[in-house]
Each structure stands twice: as C-alpha cells, then as structure tokens.
C-alpha cells in the first residue's frame, strides 16, 4: 500500500469518528434545548456520517488493482459513492424542510438557547478542521470521494454558523425582549439551512455523474494533452482525441501520425516520450495511442490536426471517411 493511499483511508476514518461524536453530541443538545435546527443539524450529522462511512469504503475498495472482471479497475466505485452521497443529502434537506415546517406551526418555546450557540461553534470548528485534512487529502490524490465528503463537511460548516446566528438572536431576544416571541427564528434558520444543503447536493450531483456518464476531461486537461502532442517535433499529426476519467484514473486515446518511412522502434520511443510527458501532470493516467502512417492519404478529421507546415502537407485531394 503506498503512502498516499494510507494518507486517504486515516483521513477517511477521522471522518467518521468525528461525524459519530457530533450526532450524539447535537442530537443530546438537541432534546435538551428543544431546537429544530440544532436537531436539523444532527440529522445532517447524521447523513455526513453515513457519507463518511459510504467514502471510507469506496477509498479503500477503488485502490484495488484492475483483474479479469475489472480489466479497468475499480476507479468508478468513488464516482457511485459520490453519486450516493448526493442522494443522501438531498434526503436530510427534505426531512429538514418537514420538521421545519411543522415547529413554525406549533410555535414550540425554546430552552436553553445558549447552549445551542455553543455546540453549534464546537460543531463549526471541529468540522472546519476535517474538512480541510479531506480537502488536502483529497486534492492530492485526485480523489473524488474524500472531496465529496469534505463538501459535506463544509457545507456543515456554513449551515451551523447559520443555525448559531438563528439561536444567538433568540437568546439576546429572550434576555432583553422577553415579551416578543422570536421562536420562529429558529424554524426559518432550519430552512436555511435546508436550501443550502439542496444546493450542495446538486453540485455534488453534476460532479459525481459527469464521470459515470464518461464525460470528457475539462478543457484544460485537454489542452495539457494537446499541447504535449503539438510539442513532440517527429509527430505529422493527430486525431480522434478522446478522455474520460473514472474516480482519480484517467484515460487517454488518440490517433497518431508519423512519417510513414520510421520504423516501429523510433515511433514506439514516441509514444513512450509522450506517456511519460502526459503523465509528468496526470500521474494515474491510462494512455492509448494509435500510430498511423502519414502518407498523404488526408481525410478531413486528419487536417483538423496537421502539425505538418503548409509547404510540406501532401497535395492531394482531401476526402472524408
């Protein structure tokens, strides 16, 4: 096991030993204090830690080796975990939305305010720092699944600040305006919270499908590849680049032109150069390269990415295949 993914499967743990204290911990605070956002907060917890749990396995599992039935690995399975989370998410917006609702129709009096400002601080700094060891983690080894799970995080981050300035209100409110009844705040903070998580899970949504649907690589990835094509002085031409990516693994094909009189020896130390270039940026990368002849058989999808100068391209007749 290398050092990196031991890094990714530690952080990965720290996730859900730090998601498992805080539901206990809100939900406790929670019951005591009466708060539907604080509640709501548990049950966003409480979906974090399944997602925790869901990117602890998909970490482990999308590092093992490609075998006869996975011939391209296992690299998806963070792209489902992904996917996964998203569907939780949105199921803890919706559950919220409902508990939400139905405390601004029973206008239930909240207790003991101030501990709700201070567990949601507590929950704001311990989240804060997980989320940014999986961000760390997650970025360097191209991870999908960890930087899913730090956007969990995250979010938690921003919707107890909310939820804390909602209960902060109400204290101050209960200590100098007594006579007011502001308990409605905390519902609405709840549903704040709601629309924010909604808007989580859809990004996370886009990202996690887009690699399960073998979209292509986003354009300055693409760019890196072409420029490292063009750059190679012994190659005519190329085309029929195609990219997909599957969890941190990506993959490369294109169609490659040279002089139809180089061997095979000379035109297989090119695409040994080129691998080793593209890989220089994208060390997980599965590269397929085609080799052609340029013999002046010029098809329009061959022009497109003639690297040949203008008084050397054949005069022929350009034809479509």
Known sequence: MTNLQQRKERVAMLSVASNSFLVLFKVIVGMVTGSVSIISEAIHSGMDLLAAVIAMFSVKTSSVPADEIHPFGHGKIENISGFVEALLIFTAAFWIL???????????????????????????????????????????????ALQADAWHLRTDVYTSV?????????????????????????????????????????????????????????????????????????????????TRKAGNVRFVEFHMKVDQQMTVHDSHNITRELKRDIRKKFMDCVITIHIEPCDGECTDICTADCLLPDEKRPKVLHKSK
């Open 98 to 144: 409902f508990e939400a609702l139905k405390k601004l129709l029973s206008s239930q009096v909240i207790e003991h305010a101030g501990w709700g400002v201070a567990v949601m601080l507590f929950s704001s700094v311990l989240n804060y720092m997980v989320s940014r060891k999986l961000f760390q983690i997650g970025k360097e080894a191209d991870s999908i």
């Open 162 to 242: 909310g939820v804390m300035a909602g209960l902060g209100i109400i204290w101050i409110g209960h200590e100098f305006f007594a006579a007011h009844n502001i308990n409605w705040i905390d519902p609405v903070a709840a549903m704040l919270v709601a629309a924010l998580i909604l808007h989580a899970a859809y990004d996370l949504t886009v990202r996690s499908i887009r690699d399960l649907l073998d979209a292509q690589l986003p354009p300055e990835e693409k760019e890196y590849i072409r420029d490292a094509i063009i750059h190679h002085p012994e190659i005519c031409g190329f085309h029929q680049l195609r």
